[in-house]
């Protein structure tokens, strides 16, 4: 005697399919949009916050009784036009952008030289190096900065922007180098053998070879230089004293506060304003940077 299958039903089989859509889309509600929806929220309110207090009128500001605190009832411009025309904060943007530029140029020449020779001279003890430039990296600015400060004074460079471009590779430098190390790793070695076999120098190489590989990885290092640089707080407010001559971040929390008043449309308009330049440098360089995080050119 046989054993009888049991066949599916139309029923069945109508009812499988949507069991395993509602089970699929359920698990991509809790697993995927849920905590990317929270990502983007926890992600996004601050900027939000900001930029609902940047219009908000001071009467709104003050009396969160009778107004919405997450929302703008009387839309002002009056906070951005004290900012840009009552204040010195367009001197203060430009400031940040010639010390950001200047010191990620400096810092990626270094690093760029030095984690080549570390990655493809192979001299003695080159890992060690590498291992200690990046140790350099982990020194807290907040040990480093008297030291610091006595240098800036002796060299004649206190309360200039010169001496931020100058001081900022000191934490750069080491950063990119490490990350240039790993960039250039993955650079196939094969390719530098030929050109020296056709007579072609070091310099040479790294030229017209490597670089242009390692572009991906540059303005990877590039974006992490200059978001550094325009965010850097505790060298800013040590080494330089007059109004004219701060940066962003620390112009705004020291012209813009006077005793215990706290100019909060001014102050979050300044925030604001201070991070749009950052955003669209990322922007402008977002798919090299993603394309830096998989690597180069492979076997």
């Not at 601050?46 to 009396?63: D, G, H, R, V």
């Not at 934490?171 to 390719?191: A, H």
């Amino acid at each position: 005697m046989t054993d009888t299958v049991a066949q599916p039903t139309v029923a069945d089989a109508k009812a499988a399919p949507d069991t395993m859509a509602w089970d699929s889309g359920l698990r991509r509600l809790m697993m995927i949009y849920l905590p990317l929806g929270c990502f983007v929220l926890i992600l996004l309110f601050p900027f939000y916050w900001m930029a609902i207090t940047s219009f908000k009128p001071n009467a709104e500001l003050m009396n969160y009784k009778e107004h919405n605190p997450f929302w703008i009832s009387s839309p002002t411009l009056a906070h951005i036009k004290h900012l840009l025309f009552n204040t010195a904060y367009p001197h203060w943007l430009w400031t940040t952008m010639l010390v950001a530029i200047g010191s990620t140029t400096l810092s990626l020449i270094a690093s760029t030289l030095a984690a080549y020779a570390i990655e493809r001279l192979r001299f003695r003890g080159s890992p060690y190096v590498g291992l200690g430039i990046y140790l350099a990296y982990l020194v807290p600015p907040s040990i480093l900065f008297i030291p610091l400060a006595t240098v800036v004074v002796q060299f004649g460079l206190f309360d200039s922007p010169l001496a931020l471009i100058l001081v900022y590779p000191t934490f750069l430098v080491p950063f990119c180098t490490w990350l240039l190390i790993g960039y250039f790793k993955s650079i196939p070695y094969e390719l530098e053998e030929c050109a020296l076999v056709d007579g072609a120098t070091r310099l040479q190489i790294l030229r017209r070879i490597t670089l242009p590989l390692a572009v991906p990885g540059l303005i990877s290092a590039g974006i992490f230089s200059f978001t550094l640089s325009w965010n850097e707080f505790i060298y800013a407010l040590a080494f330089i004293q007059s109004g004219a001559n701060k940066t962003v971040p620390v112009a705004i929390l020291t012209e813009l506060v006077t005793g215990d008043v706290y100019q909060w449309g001014a102050l979050m308009a300044g925030s604001l304003l201070g991070s749009l330049p950052v955003a669209i440098f990322y922007s402008l360089f977002v798919d090299y940077y993603v394309s830096s995080l998989t690597g180069a050119v492979k076997e």
